[in-house]
T-cell receptor, first 116, second 114 residues
Framework: AQTVTQSQPEMSVQEAETVTLSCTYD???????LFWYKQPPSRQMILVIR??????QNATENRFSVNFQKAAKSFSLKISDSQLGDTAMYFC?????????????FGAGTRLTVKP | GAGVSQSPRYKVTKRGQDVALRCDPI?????LYWYRQALGQGPEFLTY????????KSGLPNDRFSAERPEGSISTLTIQRTEQRDSAMYRC????????????FGQGTRLTVV
């Protein structure tokens, strides 16, 4: 079974600064996807960014980027120019992708607080 | 529909009662997932479907939990003889196809067993 580990239960950052959230995972699969989801106080689940394991280039979405290290099984999220609206729980997720058997597993989350 | 819809949004039930939680995925979405999320924790995988076929139910905690999606659209998660430890947010998500990996989440059903 795949496991996803987020070793930082809580983090804080000053507004406009940069913060990196860490995520590691364990799998024997070669084809898979990795995600970061944001859960604000409203408790919605919002997809922030997605990375395909077969792509070497790190995914970026505006102020959000990832550092994907496949050999190390590491998938960190960098938030640049942090904004107050970035305050939320952030969940790292893994999805294997083999023959349509695509279940998704989540880490325990990191609570990020952006301070004014 | 415009998004994944779950009902009821809130459910309070007495210990020992059965509950049925409903998920109406985005129209045409093939894959449907059920998760359970305790406060302050990540979503815990329960089960998922492609069309009407249940692909993986390894996350269901015990045989009091079951799920179905008989026509490949709406799904129901049923918990029999509820216990206090079943109290959590139950989330449903759907994705457009087996090959498309973006999952859209519903607002969840908050279940409280008293």
């Amino acid at each position: 079974a795949q496991t996803v580990t987020q070793s930082q239960p809580e983090m804080s950052v000053q507004e406009a600064e940069t913060v990196t959230l860490s995520c590691t995972y364990d799998t024997s699969e070669n084809n898979y996807y990795l995600f970061w989801y944001k859960q604000p106080p409203s408790r919605q689940m919002i997809l922030v960014i997605r990375q395909e394991a077969y792509k070497q280039q790190n995914a970026t979405e505006n102020r959000f980027s990832v550092n994907f290290q496949k050999a190390a099984k590491s998938f960190s999220l960098k938030i640049s120019d942090s904004q107050l609206g970035d305050t939320a729980m952030y969940f790292c997720a893994f999805m294997k992708h083999a023959g349509g058997n695509n279940d998704m597993r989540f880490g325990a989350g990191t609570r990020l607080t952006v301070k004014p | 529909g415009a998004g994944v819809s779950q009902s009821p949004r809130y459910k309070v039930t007495k210990r020992g009662q059965d509950v049925a939680l409903r998920c109406d995925p985005i129209s045409g979405h093939v894959s449907l997932y059920w998760y359970r999320q305790a406060l302050g924790q990540g979503p815990e995988f329960l089960t998922y479907f492609n069309y009407e076929a249940q692909q993986d139910k390894s996350g269901l905690p015990n045989d009091r939990f079951s799920a179905e999606r008989p026509e490949g659209s709406i799904s129901t998660l049923t918990i029999q003889r509820t216990e206090q430890r079943d109290s959590a947010m139950y989330r449903c998500a759907s994705s457009i196809s087996v090959m498309n990996t973006e999952a859209f989440f519903g607002q969840g059903t908050r279940l409280t067993v008293v």
